[in-house]
């Protein structure tokens, strides 16, 4: 090892040389792991939500049909699904008059009233799970238009009988008698729906008896004039499958568009992937790059030792010998010096890559080992008398 210590200029650029691969190669995997994580977190935070819009050759009124709707719950990674339906009503009680208005029925009132842009106010004891529990008193909760309200001088817990009507102007006596309880009123701000209009859970347009009592309001009303779902963000990378195929059942039912907040998500995480894309194809050039510049200063390092090997072979050293001792020395210095880079790498870039380090590691100092050992036996099998002339040049 003294042949070592006296030439220590080699064996610390070696040293640095071996600490800078190992740290630059961990903190570049590191940071691919974080993009990685980064765009984990992106897919799995966003939630995606897909619009069903009628066609261009449509008079922009959506008519989905129920079983295309059922079509699009069954889907893979579809989860919750907001939707309205709606029907012309008459009213029975306590005034009587033929084709009144609209009842809206929706499964969501928060998805409805930010989709219909309006204000409702529950009245006491009501909120917007309870208005659509529709039990089994037959009594249904409802949210009136205020004007409704007012004019007919109804209040939270009155009550009120309609009948569904196809848009007639007669009531007809075959329609059932629904009655309805005020839950609460809303506000029409942007004139969305009609006046004196209702809204009620979608459950009572097909429950019996409900809006839609026979096969005529079936045919004529029984389409979903509003249709939202959101994907389960578990599913958020399989997107365009799931477009696909919704996409697909839509075609098979009319004219229809799907639209979605894709792109907010495609917008937020391309710029990531990209960057990910191009550190995964510079990590295996880089690797090599860097080991292969550590075998070399090791093969520099050894070249520096000629002179030691021509001195021992020249006082009797068997050439076997000198390559042994020569090469223990040598791994002793590298295994010293993996360790010191080791050390230096946990503390510089922490433990979660310790094992990769680690890997590197002993694959710089292999490289390094087998360039020694190359470079040690083409000193140690030169012929003394050309090995003697190489050095007085």
Not at 274 to 301: E, F, G, H
């Amino acid at each position: 090892m003294k042949y070592i210590c006296r030439k220590p200029l080699l064996p610390s650029v070696l040293l640095v040389l071996m600490i800078f691969s190992l740290c630059f190669m961990t903190l570049f995997r590191q940071s691919i792991l974080d993009n990685l994580l980064t765009v984990d977190k992106m897919y799995n935070s966003i939630q995606l939500t897909f619009q069903v819009l009628s066609g261009a050759n449509t008079d922009n009124v959506l008519q989905l049909k129920d079983q295309t709707v059922t079509s699009i719950q069954a889907v893979e990674g579809v989860a919750d699904c907001f939707y309205y339906l709606e029907c012309p009503f008459s009213m029975r009680a306590p005034i009587q008059v033929a084709n009144y208005s609209t009842v809206y029925g929706t499964n969501d009132l928060n998805f409805f009233s930010k989709e219909r842009d309006i204000e409702i106010t529950y009245g006491d004891g009501w909120d917007k799970d309870s208005v659509l529990i529709v039990e089994q008193s037959g009594v249904i909760p409802c949210i009136l238009e205020v004007n409704m309200a007012a004019v007919m001088g109804l209040k939270t817990g009155d009550t009120f009988v309609v009948a569904p009507n196809a848009n007639e102007d007669i009531d007809p006596q075959s329609a059932p008698s629904l009655n309805m309880v005020v839950a609460g009123t809303f506000t029409n701000n942007a004139g969305l729906l009609d006046y004196y209009s209702v809204i009620v859970s979608s459950d009572t347009f097909t429950g019996s008896p409900g809006f839609l009592y026979n096969d005529s309001m079936r045919e004529s009303y029984y389409y979903y004039r509003t249709f939202h779902f959101q994907t389960n963000p578990a599913y958020n990378y399989d997107f365009q499958t799931i477009k696909d195929e919704v996409t697909s059942i839509l075609n098979k039912d009319g004219d229809f568009i799907l639209y979605s907040n894709v792109r907010i998500l495609e917008k937020a995480v391309r710029p990531i992937e990209q960057k990910i894309r191009i550190q995964q194809m510079l990590v295996t050039p880089l690797s090599i790059l860097l080991c292969i510049s550590v075998a070399v200063m090791a093969m520099l390092l050894c070249s520096g030792f000629s002179t030691e090997i021509l001195l021992r072979l020249c006082l009797g050293e068997k050439r076997w010998t000198v390559w042994l001792r020569m090469m223990s020395s040598l791994i002793l210095l590298m295994v010293t010096e993996g360790v010191i880079a080791l050390l230096i790498v946990r503390f510089v870039c922490g433990t979660q890559l310790i094992l990769w380090s680690m890997q590197y590691l002993l694959l710089n100092v292999g490289l390094c080992i087998i360039a020694m050992a190359i470079q040690l036996a083409v000193f140690c099998n030169k012929n003394l008398v050309a090995f003697y002339q190489s050095k007085e040049e």
